[in-house]
């Protein structure tokens, strides 16, 4: 089983409808958890962290659900430009510090007119 | 804001050819990083450093290996390149967990290498 898995996409929406992403993470000692996001041959920047009680940022709300190691991130409205791969990243636990992350293959997410 | 920096965009080698890949990154970070992308496969972490001369492996540290000698700059180098090292390589920095940013790591623009 994979780390972090995550639906590949891709995605197809309508510019101003609601998509979802899932991802689900196997080490139950993560402690960190974000979303990036990842244009094409681009690097990845942060879109957002995850908190556990669940966090918005705009358009954009995560959820995390510790319990069924499961994260989730919720884009309203959605633009031309949200048009990209998500990641889901997860830390590692306590091992090395906390410092190292596992990123999840990314789903693709490409918003239509 | 974050910058950090890699050498090169694009580079073309030969197989057996040694490779020096540079990363620079302005903020004073501990911690440096060095990842492969391929299709399918995501990121993959070659090698790790939390502070300066000091380095661990990562997931798939073979073929490779890593120089800090500053604290800014993290060096990956393919000692003979072989043609499945064909890649995009992505190195980041971040600062430890606990702080406002820690954990969160930042990305350069990635080389993509070819190795023929």
């Known amino acids: 089983r994979k780390e972090v898995e995550q639906d590949p996409g891709p995605f197809n929406v309508p510019e101003g409808a609601t998509v979802a992403f899932n991802c689900t993470y196997s080490?139950?000692?993560?402690?960190?958890f974000f979303w990036y996001r990842q244009d094409c041959r681009k690097e990845p920047k942060l879109l957002m962290s995850?908190?556990?009680s669940g966090n918005e940022d705009g358009r954009f709300t995560a959820q995390l659900n510790r319990a069924s190691q499961y994260i989730s991130l919720l884009i309203r409205d959605s633009k031309l430009s949200d048009s990209a791969t998500y990641l889901c990243?997860?830390?590692?636990?306590?091992?090395?510090?906390?410092?190292?992350?596992?990123f999840g293959t990314g789903t693709q997410l490409k918003v239509e007119l | 804001d974050v910058k950090v920096t890699q050498s090169s965009r694009y580079l073309v080698k030969r197989t057996g050819e040694k490779v020096f890949l540079e990363c620079v990154q302005d903020?004073?970070?501990?911690?440096m990083f060095w990842y492969r992308q391929d299709p399918g496969l995501g990121l993959r972490l070659i090698y790790f450093?939390?502070?300066?001369?000091?380095?661990e492996k990562g997931d798939i540290p073979e073929g490779y290996s890593v120089s800090r000698e500053k604290k800014e700059r993290f060096s990956l180098i393919l000692e003979s390149a072989s043609t499945n090292q064909t890649s995009m390589y992505l190195c980041?920095?971040?600062?430890?967990?606990?702080?406002?940013?820690?954990?969160?790591?930042?990305f350069g623009a990635g080389t993509r290498l070819s190795v023929l």
């Open positions: 450093s939390y502070d300066v001369k000091m380095k």
């Open positions: 903020m004073d970070h501990e911690n």
């Open positions: 980041a920095s971040s600062s430890p967990p606990g702080g406002g940013s820690g954990n969160i790591q930042y």
């Open positions: 990243v997860v830390n590692r636990g306590l091992t090395g510090g906390g410092n190292k992350l596992t």
């Open positions: 995850v908190y556990s």
């Open positions: 080490n139950s000692a993560s402690q960190s």
